[in-house]
Protein backbone atom coordinates (compact mmCIF):
# COMPACT_ATOMS: atom_id res chain seq x y z
CA UNK A 1 0.00 0.00 0.00
CA UNK A 2 2.80 2.62 0.91
CA UNK A 3 6.11 1.70 -0.67
CA UNK A 4 9.71 4.04 0.38
CA UNK A 5 12.49 2.98 -1.97
CA UNK A 6 15.99 4.50 -1.13
CA UNK A 7 14.18 8.10 0.14
CA UNK A 8 16.74 10.74 1.45
CA UNK A 9 15.85 14.39 2.57
CA UNK A 10 17.48 16.99 4.58
CA UNK A 11 17.83 20.06 6.36
CA UNK A 12 20.39 22.30 5.18
CA UNK A 13 23.46 19.68 5.07
CA UNK A 14 21.52 17.27 7.31
CA UNK A 15 20.46 14.10 6.21
CA UNK A 16 17.46 12.86 8.59
CA UNK A 17 16.62 10.29 5.89
CA UNK A 18 19.18 8.42 4.10
CA UNK A 19 18.63 5.84 1.36
CA UNK A 20 15.17 4.71 3.74
CA UNK A 21 13.35 1.79 2.86
CA UNK A 22 9.90 1.12 3.89
CA UNK A 23 7.05 -1.44 2.90
CA UNK A 24 3.40 -1.22 4.77
CA UNK A 25 0.75 -3.46 3.83
CA UNK A 26 -3.05 -2.63 4.42
CA UNK A 27 -4.07 -3.70 7.81
CA UNK A 28 -0.30 -3.26 9.30
CA UNK A 29 -0.46 -2.19 12.32
CA UNK A 30 3.11 -0.53 13.05
CA UNK A 31 5.06 1.54 16.21
CA UNK A 32 7.19 3.98 14.99
CA UNK A 33 9.96 4.40 17.59
CA UNK A 34 12.43 6.95 17.50
CA UNK A 35 15.05 9.58 19.10
CA UNK A 36 13.83 13.11 18.82
CA UNK A 37 15.05 14.78 15.69
CA UNK A 38 15.62 11.13 13.94
CA UNK A 39 13.16 11.27 11.08
CA UNK A 40 9.84 10.33 11.61
CA UNK A 41 7.72 13.33 11.08
CA UNK A 42 9.54 14.27 8.63
CA UNK A 43 8.93 10.24 7.13
CA UNK A 44 5.13 10.87 7.72
CA UNK A 45 4.96 14.14 6.31
CA UNK A 46 6.82 12.67 3.04
CA UNK A 47 4.47 9.99 2.78
CA UNK A 48 1.94 12.70 2.45
CA UNK A 49 3.35 15.07 0.11
CA UNK A 50 3.71 17.88 2.40
CA UNK A 51 7.46 17.49 1.86
CA UNK A 52 9.61 16.25 -1.19
CA UNK A 53 12.55 13.96 -0.97
CA UNK A 54 15.70 14.75 -2.44
CA UNK A 55 16.01 11.92 -3.86
CA UNK A 56 14.09 8.35 -3.93
CA UNK A 57 10.34 6.98 -4.85
CA UNK A 58 7.63 7.24 -2.89
CA UNK A 59 4.78 4.67 -4.27
CA UNK A 60 1.26 4.54 -2.45
CA UNK A 61 -1.55 2.09 -3.76
CA UNK A 62 0.73 1.18 -6.58
CA UNK A 63 1.58 4.43 -8.00
CA UNK A 64 4.18 6.63 -7.74
CA UNK A 65 3.63 10.26 -6.29
CA UNK A 66 5.67 13.13 -7.44
CA UNK A 67 3.36 16.34 -7.93
CA UNK A 68 1.15 17.86 -5.50
CA UNK A 69 -2.58 16.49 -7.29
CA UNK A 70 -0.73 12.61 -6.82
CA UNK A 71 -1.16 13.20 -2.96
CA UNK A 72 -4.24 15.08 -3.40
CA UNK A 73 -5.99 12.03 -4.48
CA UNK A 74 -4.18 9.96 -1.15
CA UNK A 75 -5.34 12.19 1.43
CA UNK A 76 -8.67 11.43 2.23
CA UNK A 77 -7.46 7.47 1.97
CA UNK A 78 -4.70 8.11 4.55
CA UNK A 79 -5.52 9.67 7.77
CA UNK A 80 -3.42 11.93 9.53
CA UNK A 81 -3.06 12.88 12.88
CA UNK A 82 -0.76 15.81 12.90
CA UNK A 83 1.69 16.09 16.30
CA UNK A 84 0.64 19.58 17.27
CA UNK A 85 -3.71 19.45 17.05
CA UNK A 86 -3.09 23.26 16.66
CA UNK A 87 -2.32 22.53 13.30
CA UNK A 88 -5.51 20.63 11.99
CA UNK A 89 -8.02 22.53 13.78
CA UNK A 90 -9.02 25.97 12.45
CA UNK A 91 -12.69 26.51 12.10
CA UNK A 92 -14.75 27.87 15.11
CA UNK A 93 -16.46 25.02 16.47
CA UNK A 94 -16.44 21.75 16.62
CA UNK A 95 -19.13 21.26 13.87
CA UNK A 96 -17.49 22.92 11.52
CA UNK A 97 -14.23 21.14 11.84
CA UNK A 98 -15.33 17.67 11.61
CA UNK A 99 -17.71 18.24 8.52
CA UNK A 100 -15.14 20.21 6.54
CA UNK A 101 -13.47 17.16 5.26
CA UNK A 102 -16.92 15.31 4.29
CA UNK A 103 -17.97 18.68 3.05
CA UNK A 104 -15.13 19.06 0.65
CA UNK A 105 -15.36 15.11 -0.46
CA UNK A 106 -18.65 16.43 -1.84
CA UNK A 107 -21.39 15.34 0.76
CA UNK A 108 -24.03 17.30 1.16
CA UNK A 109 -24.75 19.64 4.32
CA UNK A 110 -27.08 17.15 5.61
CA UNK A 111 -24.71 14.50 4.74
CA UNK A 112 -21.79 15.74 6.18
CA UNK A 113 -23.94 16.33 9.51
CA UNK A 114 -24.63 13.16 10.10
CA UNK A 115 -21.42 11.74 9.37
CA UNK A 116 -19.81 14.43 12.18
CA UNK A 117 -22.87 12.89 14.61
CA UNK A 118 -21.63 9.16 13.73
CA UNK A 119 -17.84 10.25 14.03
CA UNK A 120 -18.32 11.90 17.54
CA UNK A 121 -20.33 8.97 18.82
CA UNK A 122 -17.56 7.02 18.12
CA UNK A 123 -14.93 8.83 20.17
CA UNK A 124 -17.31 9.11 22.81
CA UNK A 125 -17.87 13.18 21.82
CA UNK A 126 -21.40 12.93 21.84
CA UNK A 127 -22.34 16.85 22.58
CA UNK A 128 -19.28 18.36 21.11
CA UNK A 129 -20.62 19.64 18.08
CA UNK A 130 -21.38 23.20 19.36
CA UNK A 131 -17.87 23.60 21.21
CA UNK A 132 -15.58 26.55 20.44
CA UNK A 133 -12.16 24.69 19.55
CA UNK A 134 -10.09 26.96 20.65
CA UNK A 135 -11.58 26.37 24.54
CA UNK A 136 -11.28 22.99 24.66
CA UNK A 137 -8.75 21.19 26.91
CA UNK A 138 -5.83 19.55 24.96
CA UNK A 139 -6.69 16.32 25.47
CA UNK A 140 -10.56 17.31 24.02
CA UNK A 141 -8.40 19.01 20.81
CA UNK A 142 -6.74 15.89 20.25
CA UNK A 143 -9.58 14.13 20.55
CA UNK A 144 -11.55 16.37 17.84
CA UNK A 145 -8.30 16.56 15.80
CA UNK A 146 -9.05 12.72 15.24
CA UNK A 147 -12.09 12.81 14.44
CA UNK A 148 -11.79 15.32 11.61
CA UNK A 149 -9.56 12.35 10.20
CA UNK A 150 -11.80 9.92 10.96
CA UNK A 151 -14.72 11.41 9.13
CA UNK A 152 -12.95 11.37 5.84
CA UNK A 153 -13.34 7.76 6.12
CA UNK A 154 -9.52 6.66 5.57
CA UNK A 155 -8.25 2.96 4.63
CA UNK A 156 -4.75 3.95 6.98
CA UNK A 157 -3.96 5.92 9.61
CA UNK A 158 -1.01 7.68 10.38
CA UNK A 159 -0.70 8.93 13.92
CA UNK A 160 1.80 11.59 15.27
CA UNK A 161 2.18 11.57 18.87
CA UNK A 162 -1.63 10.79 19.38
CA UNK A 163 -1.50 10.75 23.34
CA UNK A 164 0.08 14.05 23.91
CA UNK A 165 -2.06 15.98 26.47
CA UNK A 166 -4.33 12.86 26.76
CA UNK A 167 -4.90 12.07 30.20
CA UNK A 168 -5.35 8.46 31.62
CA UNK A 169 -8.90 7.69 30.87
CA UNK A 170 -8.79 9.52 27.29
CA UNK A 171 -5.59 7.63 26.04
CA UNK A 172 -7.59 4.26 27.63
CA UNK A 173 -10.80 5.27 25.29
CA UNK A 174 -7.84 6.02 22.57
CA UNK A 175 -7.08 2.11 23.27
CA UNK A 176 -10.07 0.79 22.96
CA UNK A 177 -11.10 2.24 19.95
CA UNK A 178 -7.82 1.67 17.75
CA UNK A 179 -7.97 -2.14 19.11
CA UNK A 180 -11.74 -2.21 18.12
CA UNK A 181 -11.17 -0.63 14.66
CA UNK A 182 -10.66 -2.65 11.25
CA UNK A 183 -8.14 0.02 10.04
CA UNK A 184 -4.44 -0.48 9.45
CA UNK A 185 -2.26 2.54 11.34
CA UNK A 186 1.56 3.46 12.09
CA UNK A 187 1.79 5.27 15.23
CA UNK A 188 4.44 7.70 16.00
CA UNK A 189 5.01 7.97 20.14
CA UNK A 190 7.36 8.20 22.98
CA UNK A 191 4.78 6.45 24.82
CA UNK A 192 5.74 2.72 25.00
CA UNK A 193 3.15 1.49 26.94
CA UNK A 194 0.74 2.80 24.68
CA UNK A 195 2.76 1.13 21.54
CA UNK A 196 2.53 -2.10 22.80
CA UNK A 197 -0.95 -2.02 23.50
CA UNK A 198 -1.82 -1.26 20.11
CA UNK A 199 0.44 -2.34 17.55
CA UNK A 200 1.54 -5.52 16.27
CA UNK A 201 4.60 -4.59 14.63
CA UNK A 202 7.52 -2.68 15.73
CA UNK A 203 10.00 -0.13 13.85
CA UNK A 204 12.67 2.11 14.46
CA UNK A 205 14.30 5.35 12.83
CA UNK A 206 17.79 4.98 13.46
CA UNK A 207 20.86 6.92 11.15
CA UNK A 208 18.51 8.13 8.83
CA UNK A 209 16.76 4.65 8.05
CA UNK A 210 13.94 1.86 9.12
CA UNK A 211 15.15 -1.35 10.77
CA UNK A 212 12.93 -3.66 12.66
CA UNK A 213 12.72 -3.72 16.51
CA UNK A 214 11.31 -6.49 18.69
CA UNK A 215 8.01 -5.41 19.94
CA UNK A 216 8.42 -7.94 23.08
CA UNK A 217 11.27 -5.84 24.35
CA UNK A 218 8.53 -2.92 25.40
CA UNK A 219 8.18 -2.97 29.04
CA UNK A 220 4.82 -2.41 30.35
Known amino acids: MIKLKNVSFKYATQYVLDGLNLDIEP ?26 PESGDVEIFGKKRTKESDFEEIRGKIGFLFQDSDD ?10 VA ?17 TSTLQ ?5 GFEDRITYKLSGGEKRLVSLATVLAMKPDFLILDE ?5 DVQTTERLVEFL ?16 IKMTVDKLIEMKAGQIQAADLNSLEM
Open 162 to 166: PTTGL
Open 179 to 194: RESNLGYMIISHDRDF
Open 27 to 52: GDRIGLLGDNGSGKTTLCHIIMGLLT
Open 100 to 116: FGPLNMGQSPDEAKRTV
Open 122 to 126: LLKLS
Open 88 to 97: QLFCPTVIED
